[in-house]
């Protein structure tokens, strides 16, 4: 019997341990701000089908979780949402955001509610990343500079730069001091909507902050 719990035991730390090995699907950790530069791996145009094989696995983590007593957290709860984002399982990252929501789940606190606004901004489903948003002020949770990045993010896929100037003017309100990943975001932004001018302001007023773009944005820029 002790044989077998240790065994059990082990199977289910080398399944905890996909929590970190998924982190590895569709890049390294960007600060929840989807700083993606132009020569990353192209967004479909439809909605994701999702890695199905990968939800297996998260759903043995999770049972191996369960059978061991061992309850989500804030932190692992926000992971698993980011793995499913990662993964392209949009809609089944949504249904745990719901009813988290519903049952008014402590472990759906702001990073959680941001790393699912940023799966969906990474899946082009930015109608739902701006509704988890709604979702999020609803609920009374106040939004972190992660999430102003990610919002700008949804922004860039919208096309929409009137926007993005309403989520910087928000961010600014809230006391949010913008850092290198909202500066490159910015820059994608108006470049993209040819403002080119705007993204310069952008770019000169972060340089008196000691902020620089990236190359990737720079290079954007210039094109």
Same mark, same amino acid.
């Given at each position: 019997?002790?044989?077998? +719990?240790?065994?059990?035991? @082990?199977?289910?730390?080398? @399944?905890?341990?996909?929590?970190?090995?998924? +982190?590895?699907?569709?890049?390294? &950790?960007? +600060?929840?701000?989807? @700083?993606? &530069? #132009?020569? $990353?791996?192209?967004?479909?145009?439809?909605?994701?089908?999702?890695? /199905? %094989?990968?939800?297996?696995?998260?759903?043995?983590?999770?049972?191996?979780?369960?059978?061991?007593?061992?309850? /989500? &957290? #804030?932190?692992?709860?926000?992971r698993?949402?980011?793995?499913?984002?990662?993964?392209?399982?949009?809609?089944?990252m949504?249904?745990?955001v719901?009813?988290? %929501?519903?049952?008014?789940?402590?472990?759906? +606190?702001?990073?959680?509610?941001?790393? =699912?606004?940023t $799966?969906?901004?990474?899946?082009?489903?930015?109608?739902?990343?701006f509704?988890?948003?709604?979702? !999020?002020? %609803? =609920?009374?949770?106040?939004?972190?500079?992660?999430?102003?990045?990610?919002?700008l &993010?949804?922004?860039?896929?919208?096309?929409?730069?009137?926007? $993005?100037?309403?989520?910087?003017?928000? !961010?600014?309100?809230?006391?949010?001091? #913008?850092?290198?990943?909202?500066?490159?975001?910015?820059?994608?932004?108006?470049?993209?909507a040819?403002?080119?001018?705007?993204?310069?302001? /952008?770019?000169?007023a /972060?340089?008196?902050?000691?902020?620089?773009?990236?190359?990737?944005?720079?290079?954007?820029?210039?094109?």
């Amino acid at each position: 019997m002790c044989i077998r +719990d240790r065994e059990e035991k @082990d199977d289910a730390e080398e @399944d905890l341990r996909f929590y970190d090995e998924v +982190d590895m699907f569709g890049g390294p &950790s960007d +600060d929840f701000g989807w @700083d993606a &530069s #132009p020569e $990353g791996a192209e967004e479909p145009d439809r909605a994701p089908v999702g890695d /199905h %094989a990968g939800l297996e696995k998260l759903e043995r983590v999770e049972a191996a979780m369960a059978a061991h007593g061992v309850p /989500h &957290s #804030p932190q692992s709860f926000t992971r698993l949402l980011q793995a499913l984002g990662r993964l392209g399982l949009v809609y089944h990252m949504i249904a745990r955001v719901e009813r988290a %929501a519903e049952a008014r789940d402590p472990n759906l +606190d702001a990073f959680a509610l941001t790393a =699912a606004i940023t $799966g969906c901004f990474r899946n082009r489903q930015v109608a739902q990343g701006f509704r988890l948003f709604d979702l !999020m002020q %609803a =609920a009374g949770l106040e939004p972190n500079k992660y999430t102003f990045n990610a919002l700008l &993010s949804g922004c860039v896929e919208a096309q929409d730069p009137g926007k $993005g100037r309403a989520v910087l003017e928000a !961010m600014g309100a809230a006391g949010m001091v #913008p850092n290198a990943v909202t500066l490159n975001v910015l820059v994608k932004l108006f470049t993209a909507a040819g403002e080119v001018e705007e993204a310069l302001r /952008h770019i000169n007023a /972060h340089a008196r902050k000691g902020l620089q773009p990236s190359t990737w944005a720079v290079d954007l820029w210039i094109r």
